[in-house]
């Protein structure tokens, strides 16, 4: 027994030098310095220390999105932590100015208790003490996981597995009901600080359950079977149910967000890494190896990617009739053993996207419902790496000790180069601090330009603008404005419009983009703030040249209130987009009365010759419609050609090409178009490809929207086929309506007695 106890308090020292030595900044405690000061990691800096210290609720997250916020679980808020923290802060102590060092501690606690859990995992299975160390030291630093600690914070929790793991194993031995409860705490806890983890953890203990039965299939088995398991899984669901989704105000969250087939584990991503020398060799002088996303990867090491092999190759020896392992016989329960090795392989399987990969295929994913939502199904690899490590290093030592002492080179040397590629994992890995200015107190924005300042503003909005989460809308945060709104969140609780957010209402998102595209109707957003107080526009003075004149307009007439470096603050009123918009009426009409201007049909024109085309579709029927008494409705998954022709005295140069398109509807966003210039030979000369997400210009309040898209025309007779179809919807229709293709240099004109119309755009003339 005290062998035992110190073999642990071997492995806790160890632990906690190596994590010393490999973070040894974080252990400053200081709260100026992160680990990542972009995107995703920054981001969740923000939503664990708003809510801390300025959230209202438990369940509410505030920081971004504003008005409308988000539920702390897709709010990435972690309140597996932040609600521990926040109760902490209002009821004890206030700690809140740590937040950011205890998230560090936090992650940095979960890598000790990853080795703790593989150290009792293995002293289960028999192994001893001194090769149980050294074995769960080397697999936790090369746990996947450790890469997510660049960024995705809530990912970053090595011990969510082994945990799983070791307490299946105890459940297998003696089928207590205080196992399952501790199961349960698990999946309730982990899917807290990331709900990614729920679906891990459903899929990995339900094919436990599955593979353990069919061990040996008793029906009179089923009810324990099924006790235990609607305490592990059901019980944490019906939690989720009710906290999550039943009273959830939004209804329009993403169906089949985007990434499932492009986020997905491959071969190349869980047996081989660029960081091993030995692969970059291969990689340089042998063949070519497939690089693959940053979701693939869970590389399992050297060893045990021998392993997977001698595994491979005994299966098909013996005709897959026998497990491939021969000490399986000297582990008791051996039940555990081969219910995880199956899960873990089907679950592999699952993570390189079968069988909805295989051609035809792809139509079955529509019926998994759930599923669909977790579209990096690559993470799920990381349930096998934890699984064929301690199977492999369990038969190692079991193949060692039955034979000859020369045996035991093979677990040495095994030992060796997993502690090596363990290092060199790492050693590829940026963990270097960032240092954020605004972070130190003396400079933070609460001091300058001062607290007082930002309790004027209800909300900032960052430009250039970001949205991220619906997965209609990718519009991504350039980095710095994202930290420098995220830091005034931070430290002065003024939130900010823009979003970066999971599964985010499509239609909070257009109210969103709305409010910062090209002035049109009054943002529908207007009506949904708390109070009247002006907004705060965050101006990037460089990256926004980026966008030239997309923004532009969202400062014209502004006062300036504010300005450090590249960023400058902007006082704008609510007032000023019902102004902006009578005040294009006003130059629209001004135009036409001062212009000079020529009629063709119906419209006006600033040139003599009718050289565009409009049509309205007003005498074809349709479910929804914008102008006039018709649109056009087509079915989604064909591609529809809307126009095949010619251009009225089509001269070489810019046109551009505009149409109103319902948006208000999940994956419309998503939907393809194609501008297709060709010869009267048939012979095409240039092809455009975008999204109708990519350009949109701006936005109805009744859910249309307007896709503009240039297009330079190189011959006078070449003719232009238009065409639209959506790949991820199956079923359904879209909605289009008034088409028009003009040069860039004329502009167009209607005017009566209930409509002022201009390039596609209409006002009520009043």
Known sequence: MKRQAGYFILLLGLMLILLYGRFPTYFQWDSSKVISGWGDGYKTYVALVYHVKYDSSYTHSGAMNYPYGEHIVPGDGQPSLSNTLRWISHNLVDISDFAIPILHFFMFGSLLLCSVFLYLLFRELGLPGWYAVPVAIGISFLSPQIERMVGHFGLAHPSLLPATLYLLLRLETTWKISYSLCLAGVVLFFSCLHFYFFAI??????????FSWLQDPKWRQLPKYALHYSIQLLLPLAFFVWWIYWNDPVT????????????????????????MPFFQWIDQQVVN???????????????AFAATLVWLGRSFYYR???MP??????????????ATFLSAIAILLFSFGLPFTIKGMSWLLDYLGPIQQFRSIGRFAWTFFYVINIATFAALYYWAVKGASIRWVLPALAIFLLGYEAWMFNKHIDLQPDYIEELVPDNSFAQTPGQAFFDAYQASIPIPYYSIGSDNFWWEMEGFIGQKVGSIAMQTGLPTTGAMLTRASLSQTINQLQLVLEPYRVPALLNDLPNQKPLLVAWDSLRVQKYPTRYDHLIEDLQMVYRRGELTLYHLPLSIFAERIAQ?????RQAMDSLQLYTHGDIRSTDSVQNFVRLTWDDQKATKHYLGNGGLEIPAAKPTIIFDGTIPALQPGWYLFSIWMYYRQDLHPRTT????EYNPDGSIVQQLRYQARQTVSTFDNNGWGLLELGIEMRNPDNRLKIQFYNTDMRHGSLWLDEMLIRPVTTDLYQRNN???WYNNRWWENN
């Open 201 to 210: 953890l459903v899929f990995t203990i339900s094919a436990y359950f599955l």
């Open 252 to 275: 329009d969250r993403p169906g089949k967000p985007w990434g499932f087939f492009a986020y997905r584990a491959h071969w190349e991503g869980v047996f081989l890494s660029m960081k």
């Open 289 to 303: 190896i497939r690089k693959v996303d940053f979701e693939s990867n869970a590389y399992v090491g050297l060893t």
């Open 320 to 322: 897959m009739q026998r």
């Open 325 to 338: 392992y021969s000490f399986e016989s000297e582990i008791r329960p051996k039940t555990w053993l081969r």
């Open 584 to 588: 294009r009426k006003q130059v629209v």
């Open 673 to 676: 178009y194609e501008l297709t």
């Open 754 to 756: 209930q409509m002022l």
